[in-house]
């Protein structure tokens, strides 16, 4: 077995307290060279899949194996692309979501959203939302003041960074000095009395929790995702992530309204949230016995802990764009892995909870952030390095730098036991030696 596959499947399962002795049990397959990147996004992919499997079917008490097949899991990752409504492509990116130029680096923005494409407006005080008055608007300001700028109005722009500059920065040294996610156990609340059916109230947007919840309706639960009613989720969006659960709008706000989703919540076995941190704490969501999912796009800590974000940006933030691009322009993942990843990954983690909770009782809590997901990806999977599997010998030519040989086993060769040397100036005889 690939031992960069199996490293990566371990890492996630020791992280949800999963038992090892079921790692045995996953098996991998497909074809091979799917999601090409700088960083293992295919390892990340694979892993996030394997152990939300591997989750499933201990809390099912199945006795089979998981099979992780790289060409549905790569498909999978990219489903937004693959997504047709009657033989229309979806529209993944609103036209001012993209990168700019600013005056001295680059900036990426995400107008999906209405009101956050009236944020970005209003922030760089462009009328109309003509793509070349705000690329003028960008290229005349640093980019640092264009991200505090728009975040300031309630839009959604980050400064492209290096993986250094990330490292250094504040927020990038809170994401580090933390695990990939927490889970807690908060009370000692004695096990719910589940119906038939696992109840999972979904109060989350665009992709990362939409995966979770739609994997846990694949998984039979019975998911209702409720919105804001003058804020429904993007229509692509939702016909993409959406399948297996039932929708509402409910104004929380409202009365009666409110009424009807504490009475929804209060009956619920598991609620996943996915906006920024503190945005839900007035509605009071806590009950005795719950699971919650939060997830977030920089966590709920440090000072981009209230700060909304999406995949895309967590990319340009983290220094993931610049590892991925050129020396002309920053680059990006070949799917929205962040999100994608991320999905499973809570998926894995709401079901894990719930097994241990069965067991032992308690309220849990579990938290992942976008941003510590790609900390994940760029420090804990390894990638494939060339100059790791290089050497430098002497040599008659002069210094050689080479490739080592990749044939390697228990009591083998250690390398070659002589260098190249002058061509034709060995006599014709067998050596020897």
Known sequence: MDTTVRTGTELLWSALGGDPALLDRVG?????GLLPARLPVMELARATVAVCSLAAV???????????????????????????VDGRAPVNF??????????????????????????????????????????????????????????????????????EEWAAHEQGREVAARPLLSRERLDDAAPKRRSARLRVLDMT??????????????????????????????????????????????????PSDR????ELLDA????????????????????????????????DYGPWAERRGFDSLVQVATGIAVTEGSADRPGALPAQAL????????????????TEQ????????????????????????????????LTETDSPLGRLRHALSPVSYDGGPAGWSRPPGVAGADAPVWSTA
């Open 28 to 32: 991998y397959g497909g074809p091979a």
């Open 58 to 84: 201990e809390r099912a008490g199945l006795p089979g194996r998981v099979r992780v097949d790289d060409g549905a899991v790569a498909t999978a990752f990219v489903s937004e692309r693959h997504l047709r």
């Open 94 to 163: 609103a036209p001012l979501s993209r990168l700019w130029r600013a005056r001295d680096g680059w900036v990426r923005t995400h107008a999906n959203y209405p009101h956050h494409r009236a944020a970005l407006l209003a922030a760089l005080g462009v009328r109309g939302e003509s793509v070349e008055a705000v690329e003028a608007a960008i290229a005349e300001r640093r980019a640092v003041e264009v991200e505090t700028a728009v975040y300031a109005a309630g839009g959604l722009a980050v400064a492209l960074r290096t993986p």
């Open 205 to 254: 947007r665009v992709i990362a929790g939409p995966v979770a919840t739609r994997t846990l309706a694949l998984l039979g639960a019975d998911v209702l995702r409720v919105d804001p009613p003058g804020n429904p989720e993007l229509a692509d969006q939702h016909a993409d992530t959406d399948f297996g659960k039932r929708t509402a709008a409910l104004d929380l706000d409202s």
């Open 259 to 262: 009424r009807a989703f504490d």
């Open 268 to 299: 619920a076995d598991v609620l996943v949230t996915g906006y920024r941190p503190g945005a839900l704490d007035r509605f009071g969501l806590h009950r005795p016995g719950l699971v919650t999912a939060r997830l977030s796009a920089w966590g």
């Open 339 to 354: 999100d994608h990843g991320s999905g499973y990954l809570l998926a894995a983690a709401v079901l894990r909870s719930l």
């Open 358 to 389: 069965d067991r032992e009782g308690g309220t849990r809590l579990v938290r992942l952030a976008l941003a510590q997901t790609g900390h994940w990806l760029t420090t804990a999977l390894p990638r494939y390095e060339p100059e790791r599997y």
